[in-house]
Nanobody, 126 residues
């Protein structure tokens, strides 16, 4: 059974930095895509950053230039480093993962990810 677990959340002051980790377990296969999402109070969940099967990376405009997503060689651990944090970055951060579907190319989006972690809270104080 595939499990996703996030680590590294906490409280940080405005202007500070953080590093989140996500570990996917329960399968020996490398992931096809992995992403970080976040949901703040009263807001919809948004995709923060994602690594696709070909290694391409996307960032939300709201974090571009402040965030770095990376992955280990086995593609079962995902990281998110963010600096210049602002109170608007406060949210529950979620990690999501998906695996190859029999060699079929597909686009990974929020609605397609089948595996999600429970989230880790990030609070940025001014």
């Amino acid at each position: 059974q595939v499990q996703v677990a996030e680590y590294g959340g906490g409280s940080v002051q405005s202007g500070g930095s953080l590093r989140l980790s996500c570990v996917v377990s329960g399968s020996t296969r490398p992931t096809y895509c992995m992403g970080w999402f976040r949901q703040g109070p009263g807001k919809e969940r948004e995709r923060v950053a994602q690594i696709d099967s070909d290694g391409s990376i996307m960032y939300a405009d709201s974090v571009k230039g402040r965030a770095t997503i990376s992955q280990n060689n086995e593609k079962n651990t995902l990281y998110l480093e963010m600096d210049s944090l602002e109170p608007r970055d406060s949210a529950m951060y979620y990690c999501a993962a998906d695996y190859d579907r029999g060699g079929i190319d597909f686009t990974c989006t929020e609605s397609t990810y089948p595996y999600w972690g429970q989230g880790t809270q990030v609070t940025v104080s001014s």
